[in-house]
């Protein structure tokens, strides 16, 4: 079977972004997929979260992975810091990785800015090297396949060229992976800013719908979000002229598994406010039901625990063995 690699960091409070942009489709890929889902820790200390709140999210990301369907028989679940091959590949590829070409990196850039305008922080290097981590991520499991969010095309993509790098430097020693990014719902938009990714660290909450929410909250925040104030008030899908509607009608897509030009039919002559009472009705609607089989796993902790566990020993070895590999061409002796 095709390997399968995806993985979301516990830097904050999960959100409709991410569910849409790659949860959604874990369920579905299990039995045609050999699937890693990871809890990418080491990545959320890029930004520095509290001891207590990073462990909690931890736990927390784990039962939304199994309330979204991931079934621990049949997937590898794992937190990323129990496979410390991840970190010493890490090593690795920052040997044969450029400055210039991570410079590049766009979600660099765009952190970068908001750290220090808002925060008025210093940048960390790990927030630089945070594609490299990801490339380690994919790489060490020979992923074929990786569902991401758009706003990660870029990342695998600088993975495939390190791939390419160190695989022409020293024979077949990596697969390439591909991402597989859905036409729509790749990229959810911030609800008052709609040309902004929605994103678990955005300061402002109201641009965000977070899979926890309650429901009243969901409607407030639906009712706000931004739309635009053509004449016609008809609701069709254009990124330009009609960011806010065309992203709810990506959420209500996704929610619904229907086609934006079939809902955009099924709309004709509803006015906007109409339209947000329909798709906070399906959000609230779909939310609630993710949250109760959420709190159903989230309360029994030495079961996330266990398979976390477990989930680790298995890639663990899979992990070993590409470690093992590349420590060989590179001229590194086995310990044993
Ligand atoms: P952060 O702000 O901490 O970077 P995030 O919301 O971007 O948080 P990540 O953990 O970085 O979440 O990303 C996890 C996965 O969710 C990635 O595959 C990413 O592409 C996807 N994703 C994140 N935001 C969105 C979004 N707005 N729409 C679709 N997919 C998204
Ligand atoms: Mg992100």
Redesign the pocket.
Known sequence: KPILF????P??KL?I??Y???MRHWSKMQDDYECLYCV?DL??LT?QVKHSFLEKSILDTISFYLACGVDPNKSIIFIQSHVHQHSQLNWILNCFSQFSELSRMTQFKTKKTIIENNYFKKINVGLFNYPILMASDILLYQTNFV??????KQHVELTRNIANRLNSLYGNIFTLPTPLISEY?????SLLEPKK??????INEKNVIFLLDDISSVVSKVKNAMTDSEKSSKIYFDLEKKPGISNLLEIFSALTNKEIHILSQELEGVMYSEFKNIVSEHLSKFLLQLQQSYFKYRCNESYLKKIAYEGALKAQLKAEKTLNDINSKLGLIPFL
């Open positions: 995806s993985a979301i960091q830097s904050g959100t972004g991410n849409i942009g790659t990418a990545h959320s930004v569902p991401v969010g758009r706003d990660q719902g790749s990229k959810i938009m990714k929605m994103s678990k660290s955005d």
